[in-house]
């Protein structure tokens, strides 16, 4: 998981070279590690400046979830597994395989 503080809650205002470098160092990460799925959280001014630099190979990769800002991170886990889950069960039932075993599997881990 990767986070960075940009958020306009945070009491600084987020800027365009922020999220660019944001964006750039998701975009290495994503190529030496082969992520497949990313997660996007934040507030309505931080998200599009996150999309506004998102690398176009990137953006079939990517949920946006809106989140508290005051979330615990307990609350941004769940959250997060819970959208992973139904990512991977949408992508399991593209391929023509059991969702329901997919969701399963990642379930049991947990």
């Known amino acids: ?3 960075s503080p940009l958020s306009a809650a945070c009491g600084e205002t ?16 994503v190529r030496e590690d082969k992520v497949s799925h990313i997660i996007l ?8 400046l ?8 990137m953006v079939s ?3 946006v979830m809106k989140l508290d800002i005051h979330a615990s991170e307990q609350d941004v886990l769940t959250a997060t597994l819970a959208k992973l889950l139904e990512q991977e069960a949408r992508t399991a039932a593209e391929k023509g395989g059991p969702a329901d075993a997919a969701i ?3 379930v049991d881990w947990l």
């Open 1 to 3: 998981m990767v986070a």
């Open 14 to 29: 987020p800027t365009k070279e922020h999220a660019k470098e944001v964006m750039e160092r998701l975009a290495q990460i």
């Open 41 to 48: 959280a934040g507030d309505q001014v931080v998200i599009p």
């Open 50 to 57: 996150l999309q506004e630099h998102l690398p176009p190979e």
């Open 61 to 63: 990769m990517v949920e």
């Open 104 to 106: 399963s599997a990642r």
